[in-house]
């Protein structure tokens, strides 16, 4: 089974500065999604980017891009430009492909950013 | 009709007792599943519907069960609730054929007595 490993339970920012939330993963399929939502206070899970895993570029979405290292079974997400409304539980998830596959989450980095 | 949405968005129930939580996905979104997330803890995979069959189901006893409809609305039941039932429970949709993210709710809270 599938596992998602994120070993910073907190993290913490200034505004304006960039912040890296880590993500590592356990599979032996080769081909896979990851992603990374947020959930705020109003608790709706929004996703922030997504990555397939036969894709060697790196996904970026404004200010968020990840780095995604497929051999280290590593999928870090980089805040850039990090804004107040970045404050958030940030999610790592893991999907296999197929139709009836579900997501595998870590367990949460709780992100702080300060004014 | 765009978004997922959730209903009641908190329930108080005592142990023992059956509950229902219900879910509106968007339109064409036959896919459904449901997760569990404990509070500190990431979601765990309830199961999952695909045109109102069951077609994955995560490690929860048969006292979760769920059903799917033709209006694109889904339930979750739980019967004789336990204190570890407490959760907020999250419903999640996508259109069938997506390989991309789920369009999530905001949650149940559910608190057991």
């Known amino acids: 089974a599938q596992t998602v490993t994120q070993s910073q339970p907190e993290m913490s920012v200034q505004e304006a500065e960039t912040v890296t939330l880590s993500c590592t993963y356990d599979t032996s399929e080769s081909d896979y999604y990851l992603f990374w939502y947020k959930q705020p206070p109003s608790r709706q899970m929004i996703l922030v980017i997504r990555?397939?895993?036969?894709?060697?570029q790196n996904a970026t979405e404004n200010r968020f891009s990840v780095n995604f290292q497929k051999a280290a079974k590593s999928f870090s997400l980089k805040i850039s430009d990090s804004q107040l409304g970045d404050a958030a539980m940030y999610f790592c998830?893991?999907?296999?492909?197929?139709?009836?596959?579900?997501?595998?989450f870590g367990k949460g980095t709780r992100l702080s950013v300060i004014a | 009709e765009t978004g997922v949405t959730q209903s009641p968005t908190h329930l108080i129930k005592t142990r023992g007792q059956q509950v229902t939580l219900r879910c509106s996905s968007q339109?064409?979104?036959?896919?459904v599943s449901w997760y569990q997330q404990a509070l500190g803890q990431g979601p765990q995979f309830i199961f999952q519907y695909y045109r109102e069959e069951e077609n994955g189901r995560g490690n929860f006893p048969p006292r979760f069960s769920g059903l799917q409809f033709p209006n694109y609305s889904s339930e979750l039941n739980v019967n004789a609730l336990e204190l570890d039932d407490s959760a907020l429970y999250l419903c999640?949709?996508?259109?069938?054929?997506?390989?991309?993210?789920?369009?999530f709710g905001s949650g149940t809270r559910l608190t057991v007595v």
């Open positions: 998830a893991y999907r296999s492909p197929g139709g009836n596959t579900p997501l595998v």
């Open positions: 339109s064409g979104h036959n896919t």
């Open positions: 999640a949709s996508r259109p069938s054929g997506a390989n991309d993210g789920y369009t």
């Open positions: 990555q397939e895993a036969y894709k060697q």
